[in-house]
């Protein structure tokens, strides 16, 4: 196990500390519109729909016991990347509450760095690059759909409406194009990178 991994894991145990005490203060049951919400982050995110924080510390506990192993890259680089955005999410949430910043108003700035150099170190030099892939093929991915309910909606479409959805769908054909090709460059940038770092 490397020193990286064990710095990351002592992070999220202070993490989970923090967490423990912020939900022990019951700082959202005095805000209502949170009360109403099924869940504190965005399910991209976390699996987990909670209004408790240690429940999102636990999420990612779960995923760092079960990393995908180091040579399995793009998978293993995925994981770390989503562990690190989870942990600078439920910071956030922290830092934003007057509890958090009068408990933290001196070492927070320093605590919030700590938390990033220990995800960076785990990371290498093409962790972006996988970001930006991930985030390309997100984007493939909902536009390939608004192309699918356009071509749903010809059916029952008036001769107005299919000459405005067929505009829209060639349209959303040449941004699909130009968000493929992002793909291939991005794909291609991570294996010059690989083949670097194999050297």
Same mark, same amino acid.
């Given at each position: %196990?490397?020193?990286a991994?064990?710095k @990351? !894991? $002592?992070?999220?145990?202070?993490?989970a500390?923090?967490?423990?005490?912020?939900? =022990?203060?019951?700082?959202?049951?005095?805000?209502?519109?949170i009360?109403?919400?099924?869940?504190l982050?965005?399910?991209?995110?976390?699996?987990?729909?909670s209004?408790?924080?240690?429940?999102y510390?636990?999420?990612?506990q779960?995923?760092l016991?079960?990393?995908?192993?180091?040579?399995?890259?793009?998978?293993?680089?995925?994981?770390?990347?989503?562990?690190?955005?989870? %942990?600078?999410?439920?910071?956030?949430? @922290? !830092? $934003?509450?007057?509890?958090?910043?009068?408990?933290?108003?001196?070492?927070q700035? =320093?605590?919030?760095?700590?938390?990033?150099?220990?995800?960076?170190?785990?990371?290498?030099?093409?962790?972006?690059?996988?970001q930006?892939?991930?985030?390309?093929?997100?984007f493939?991915?909902?536009?390939?759909?608004?192309?699918?309910?356009?071509?749903?909606?010809?059916d029952?479409?008036n001769?107005?409406?299919?000459t405005?959805l067929?505009?829209?769908?060639l349209?959303?054909?040449?941004?699909?194009?130009r968000?493929? !090709?992002?793909?291939s460059?991005?794909e291609?940038?991570?294996?010059?990178?690989?083949?670097?770092?194999n050297r």
């Open positions: %196990m490397s020193q991994f064990l @990351l !894991k $002592s992070k999220l145990e202070q993490l500390t923090q967490a423990h005490q912020f939900d =022990k203060a019951k700082w959202f049951d005095k805000n209502r519109y009360q109403n919400q099924p869940s982050f965005d399910s991209h995110l976390f699996h987990t729909k209004l408790l924080l240690t429940d510390v636990d999420e990612i779960q995923a016991k079960h990393l995908p192993p180091e040579q399995n890259r793009h998978a293993y680089h995925f994981a770390v990347e989503q562990i690190g955005e989870q %942990m600078q999410a439920i910071i956030k949430v @922290l !830092k $934003s509450t007057p509890v958090w910043a009068k408990e933290n108003k001196l070492s700035p =320093k605590k919030a760095k700590v938390y990033k150099k220990a995800v960076q170190r785990i990371m290498q030099s093409s962790h972006e690059l996988y930006e892939l991930s985030q390309n093929h997100e493939e991915r909902r536009l390939q759909e608004m192309i699918d309910i356009r071509r749903a909606q010809l029952g479409a001769a107005e409406q299919n405005k067929n505009a829209e769908i349209a959303l054909h040449t941004r699909l194009g968000c493929r !090709k992002a793909i460059a991005t291609e940038k991570i294996q010059q990178l690989e083949k670097q770092g």
